[in-house]
């Protein structure tokens, strides 16, 4: 397997975010009572809580995760040319994270950080239902600069993708604020995820104003979207977000998802799955799908189609990047 | 999760082995032949050829392996009491391996070494039939000493499981022996897995002298017991076990076990499998299934029936460790 992508022939699309790697094990709702943990949230945790928390659990499995990275790996998996900016450490895990990407036909060329904090890594607990409740220890992912957002590399690709955990951060923030200016200075598109109702509830006032002036295409889920424009119906929320944004794309679970923009508001059903083993990764691959389909010019519902196609996939197994080739399985709708 | 292993209230099973981490990814046979991979066998491989064939396969996913270390944690998770014997480094794998066997609920208490090679890994390369072919850099595992194996623990266990890809080392060797005498001293019994077909022409004149003197419970496939006394036919193969050990126990893939012992010879069906994703591990846990059986007197037939039962449930998955509690899925043959 070598890196298919390369900077100087052009890009789809190019994700900013954390890069982690994730440690899986399945827990009960009584633990997460039990520990205080908010399910299906992110928390941020320190190096103690993560020591604490991973020596309470049981048994994990470790994969490549982070969620923009998962959406690059997605636009690769679906035949797209994908390329993901995110900071290690040169531990193990880095190599890990780094061979994992690049073997999934990612480009990827931040440099490792050579000293500070490991590799970042999120602690995973997987509910009987299929729910997951995310604690991160960002680590090296904190260390990301606007320096490791390459012009060039974002200048090439059609679209750059911004996760919205990265505003936890406030060098992260600057980054992500460089990548946006970048990618409009090229006179390409920028997409941001607003990842989490509780990130949203940190950082809203931020996220509203690059919603307005920055985002062209926006994905987040029902909740997500209520809590930036606190909002007491989806409706509303999507009657403000369509006056921002070229095109939102909002997830509701099983419900499927809801496309509002140029071609007005599209209903699109959610892909049929037989069991939900681990919701990880449902939005970062529905993003993916998404990217592919609008960077083709496809209609905005065959671009919620594939976004359907390549989140039934990740979510009918453990771990959040797809484990078939989600080209083959979308094939109808990549014609 | 804690670990419910304690050496001073009498175990089951203690299993001595080679603590590795396992990457798993999944392969075609052309880059298998195209590596010189013998399909379904175990390579020992250096950093170099590690690193190597690490950089041309796709993504992973990182779980705790191991052969004995698996079958320690069947046999906690069907409700026995086990402890492992394996040396791993003070480095991030080490410290998953340590955290993962603990919360299965294995005693687990070799020093991580502090200096020397990293914590030992296997590239387990997955076929699209399910067969798995293993690559396995031994690291800090090849610095099991004898003084590593307490008389204490191995007195305290019913029975001590050694697995023979420890005889790759000379010093592991070492402890392996020191391991039986310490068991018989005890009053003991002592069981050995064959482990490859490959470990064992690389070690055939060591293993049958072991085989006629020190193991009371063989395990093995019939590949394995072929070449261990080089008869043409697995029934002449059977023939000449009887003669060396109380029990033999040899797995035959989708056709069952055959069990020969005190009960003459007893033919055991493979549990039902919806389909085979990855067979690492089988032969670990039908150890597992089968010396939770043998330690509580059971019949050699239900004997048998654990371990087709937990070996069914490993290879339905990726990993070599069970997902599902195997108390719950044997509870009838624990009765």
Redo the contacts between chains.
């Keep these: ?1 070598t890196d298919r992508g390369n900077a100087g022939d052009g890009l789809d699309v190019v994700t900013v975010g954390n890069a982690l790697v994730d440690v899986l ?2 827990t009960t709702d009584d633990f997460l009572d039990a520990q205080g943990l908010a399910k299906g949230g992110m928390a941020l945790i320190d190096a103690a809580r993560a020591a604490d928390l ?11 995760g982070g969620s923009a990275a998962n959406t690059a ?1 997605g636009v690769a998996s679906l035949g797209g040319r994908g390329a993901f900016i995110g900071r290690v450490r040169d ?3 880095g190599e ?1 994270f780094a ?3 690049r ?2 036909g990612v480009h990827f060329e931040t440099a490792p950080a050579t000293r500070g904090a ?1 590799t970042g890594r999120c602690l995973i607990l997987v509910s009987p239902d299929g729910e997951r409740t995310m604690n991160t220890f960002l680590g090296a992912a904190a260390e990301l600069h606007a320096d490791d957002v390459s012009p060039n590399l974002v200048g090439a690709a059609a679209v750059t993708y911004l996760e919205g955990y990265l505003f936890d951060q406030p060098d992260a923030k600057a980054a992500f604020r460089h990548a946006a200016h970048a990618a409009h200075s090229a006179g390409r598109r920028v997409a941001l995820s607003l990842s989490d109702t509780f990130c949203v509830e940190r950082h809203r006032l931020d996220f509203l104003a690059l919603v307005e002036h920055d985002v062209d295409v926006l994905f987040a889920n029902d909740s997500e979207l209520c809590a930036l424009y606190e909002t007491p119906t989806f409706d509303d929320a999507l009657g403000l977000v369509v006056r921002h944004c070229e095109v939102a794309a909002v997830t509701r679970a099983a419900a499927g998802s809801v496309v509002v923009g140029r071609e007005g508001l599209v209903e699109v059903p959610a892909a049929p799955v037989t069991q939900v083993v681990d919701t990880t990764g449902a939005g970062d691959l529905y993003a993916a799908g998404f990217l592919v389909g609008y960077t083709r010019g496809y209609a905005l519902r065959r671009c919620g189609e594939l976004g359907a196609v390549a989140a039934a996939e990740v979510i009918s197994h453990l ?1 959040a ?1 797809p ?1 078939r080739p989600l080209g083959e399985l979308a094939a109808a709708l990549l014609q």
Excluded at 54 to 64: A, N
């Design positions: 397997m094990s399945t991973y020596g309470q659990t049981g048994p994990g499995t470790e994969v490549s790996v531990d193990t895990l890990v061979h994992d990407i073997a999934a490991p771990g990047r484990e």
